[in-house]
């Protein structure tokens, strides 16, 4: 079965955007580094997970939606990505 929990990170859960270095993510319409892309993601940006993980180009790839706007969704790199904990 695919692993569905990677460092704190699953599907239906927030994380952020982080170690970026203020310059933000690059979100790809499917997971690949070569992969088309649809939007900047910014530094601290929160996100929910919505599908993933996938394997590609040796990084692991995750599925992300924007809470508040819909049409900002596509695939990030885990690298940068932290897992909110619910309080």
Do not use: C, H, N
């Amino acid at each position: 079965p695919p692993q569905t929990d990677v460092d704190g990170v699953a599907v239906q859960m927030f994380v952020k955007i982080e170690g970026t270095g203020g310059v933000g993510l690059r979100i790809r319409r499917e997971p690949g580094t070569e992969t088309e892309v649809v939007f900047l993601a910014g530094e601290s940006e929160v996100f929910i997970v919505i599908g993933g993980p996938v394997e590609k180009d040796g990084i692991l790839w995750w599925q992300l939606s924007t809470p508040y706007d819909d049409s900002r969704f596509g695939w990030a790199s885990a690298d940068y990505l932290t897992a909110i904990e619910e309080e």
